[in-house]
């Protein structure tokens, strides 16, 4: 048996396979670092956004209508506001770690690509029993939390190095 010294404290070691808890910290940390820098990891993110959407707009099965917890005039356009900017957030970290666009690209292609899945998204809800689809007023609310989603990442960027 072995004897080291890790950060002060004796523990004893069997064999040259085993890892040291300061060594399990650092390789988790480097980990999560190597994730927040990978545009694979954030469109992964975002596609299982975009599939999490898919079964929202179903509807009765998945979320049945009216059953908000706020009895709030529009609290709909609420959520769709706060979904799509978590979408834009994950789509915005993907495109800027892929391909470093300019601001003003990342943000107009975000918001142009995430409305159009507003658009698609009322299209979808449609033929969907108890659901209401094909409404400006929560397309409208997509695309603009499209847009803000990407302005808040423009300044929280750095959280991802």
Request: proline fraction near 4%.
């Amino acid at each position: 048996m072995v004897s080291r010294t890790n950060g002060g404290r004796n523990t004893s070691q069997r064999g040259a396979g085993l890892v040291s808890p300061v060594q399990v910290e650092f390789n988790t940390g480097m980990t999560s670092k190597r994730l927040r820098q990978s545009p694979k990891f954030w469109i992964g993110c975002f596609a299982l956004w975009f599939a999490v959407l898919n079964l929202l707009s179903h509807g009765n099965k998945f979320h049945p209508p009216g059953t908000f917890a706020f009895d709030i005039p529009h609290f709909d356009k609420i959520v769709h506001f706060g979904f799509f900017f978590g979408g834009s957030g994950l789509l915005s970290a993907s495109l800027f770690l892929a391909k470093r666009p300019s601001w003003r690209s990342l943000i107009l292609t975000v918001t142009f690509f995430l409305s159009l899945v507003g658009i698609w998204d009322e299209f979808h809800q449609s033929f969907f029993e108890n659901r209401t689809g094909n409404d400006p007023g929560d397309w409208l609310a997509d695309t603009l939390g499209a847009f803000w989603g990407s302005i808040i990442f423009r300044r929280y960027y750095k959280c991802l190095s």
